[in-house]
């Protein structure tokens, strides 16, 4: 049953050269530094981010209310996830670390649309009527009964997104070093 993926994980990785590698790696340290300097604020991936959000909406609104509703987060998490999955099946570094550290950057991004459910001070989007637009994460914190918690949980996704994206940097980083000549023994 777990012959498949075991054969992808006895697959070595597709070498990158260290320029291409040092090269993310300065790109990713920017992009944090960014990201930070932000104070939780509105990033411009997160356009992009908005963009998958709301056709998650429309997407899994053809299932019912309940998955119209969580949908957006849903697939704003789904596409870059998947992507990574197959990044990884392919063993192809820098595509695996690129979808995998955005899957988690989208964490703070949903963090920040988490901590404005009581307050709702965001400008919300919508691709339907305007006359029916809602806070996605009002009406989920609401049904789940911990609306009063919104910060909280938003407190911890986004330090589960900090954590992911640093850990992708830090993965790449050793992947960097493991390439090196010295390392290899040669």
């Given at each position: ?23 993310w790696l300065l790109f990713y340290a920017g ?54 999955v197959y990044f990884f099946s392919q ?96």
């Open positions: 049953m777990f012959e498949p993926l075991q054969a992808i994980l006895d697959e070595p990785w597709k070498p990158a050269s260290r320029p291409a590698l040092g090269a992009f944090l530094v960014y990201a930070f300097s932000a104070h939780g604020g509105f990033l411009f991936i997160d356009n992009a981010n908005l963009v998958v959000h709301e056709g998650g909406h429309n997407l899994f609104g053809w299932f019912g209310p309940t998955l119209g509703l969580w949908g957006g987060t849903l697939l704003q998490w789904l596409v870059p996830f998947l992507l990574a063993r192809q570094t820098t595509g695996f670390v690129f979808s995998l550290f955005f899957f988690f950057e989208n964490w703070l991004y949903t963090a920040t649309y988490m901590a404005d459910a009581r307050v709702q001070v965001l400008p919300l989007f919508t691709t339907g009527d305007s006359d029916f637009v809602e806070h996605d994460f009002y009406a989920i914190f609401s049904s789940l009964g911990v609306l009063e918690h919104d910060t909280q949980i938003a407190a911890v996704v986004r330090l589960l997104g900090w954590c992911g994206m640093l850990g992708c940097v830090a993965w790449l980083a050793a992947r960097s070093r493991a390439g090196t000549p010295a390392s290899r023994g040669s």
